[in-house]
């Protein structure tokens, strides 16, 4: 798990509160990812990054603000939530957006009230 | 429903026995990975197969692609309780070279003592 580090762990956070998830890699990859995984469901992507760039936005709602200041951090800020976005959020990386293995993080295990 | 589907959704095992997953999907693929996720952390790549490849092992694993079924088999041999963990498949039908996977629910296997 040292090459995608993700904090915090688990968050628990109430509808109106303003919170961050971060997500550091450190395997020199150009490209990163944001990942939703809800219960019974397949692991939907969120955002895709290229060299700092947004490459893709999975039509996700305005409440989730990605953020990535380099390559090798990316940040997804949340406010305003719904207890249905309560899921575990994946990071994840490649070497590049055209590379076939991509290397995950532990994931935040995020509870909205 | 979605690209990959995974079947069956639970499968429970002895040791030593050897486990067979399979995914079916729906459009025409580059490659399909498969991933491992252990209870809450985050997925773990497998193995991947290109369109053009019909068979691949690595190690215990044994991956079967079968373009015209649309569908691909992951057979564990000699399963070990360590193997115990959700596996995913996960295609890759991007175009213009993007890395677009989209993953399946997952097979829950559990190898017991």
């Known amino acids: 798990e040292t090459g995608v580090t993700q904090t915090p762990r688990h968050l628990v956070m109430g509808m109106t509160n303003k919170k961050s998830l971060k997500c550091e890699q450190h395997l020199g990859h150009n490209a990163m990812y944001w990942y939703k995984q809800s219960a019974k469901k397949p692991l939907e992507l969120m955002f895709v990054y290229s060299l700092e760039e947004r490459v893709e936005n999975n039509s996700v709602p305005s409440r989730f603000s990605p953020e990535c200041p380099n390559s090798s951090h990316l940040f997804l800020h949340l406010h305003t939530l719904q207890p249905e976005d309560s899921a575990l959020y994946l990071c994840?990386?490649?070497?590049?957006?055209?590379?076939?293995?991509?290397?995950f993080g532990p994931g935040t295990r995020l509870t909205v009230l | 429903s979605q690209q990959g589907e995974e079947d069956p959704q639970a499968l429970s095992i002895q040791e030593g026995e050897n486990a067979t997953m399979n995914c079916s999907y729906k459009?025409?693929?580059?490659?399909l990975q498969w991933y491992r996720q252990n209870s809450g952390r985050g997925l773990v790549h497998l193995i991947l197969?290109?369109?053009?490849?019909r068979e691949k092992h690595s190690g215990r694993l044994r991956v079967t692609l079968d373009t015209s079924k649309k569908s691909s088999s992951l057979l564990i041999t000699a399963s070990r309780a360590a193997d115990t963990a959700s596996y995913f498949c996960a295609t890759d039908a991007g175009t213009g070279g993007g890395n677009k996977l989209t993953f399946g629910t997952g097979t829950q296997l559990k190898v017991e003592l």
């Open positions: 197969i290109r369109s053009n490849e």
């Open positions: 994840a990386s490649s070497q590049e957006v055209r590379s076939n293995e991509q290397f």
């Open positions: 459009t025409s693929i580059n490659n």
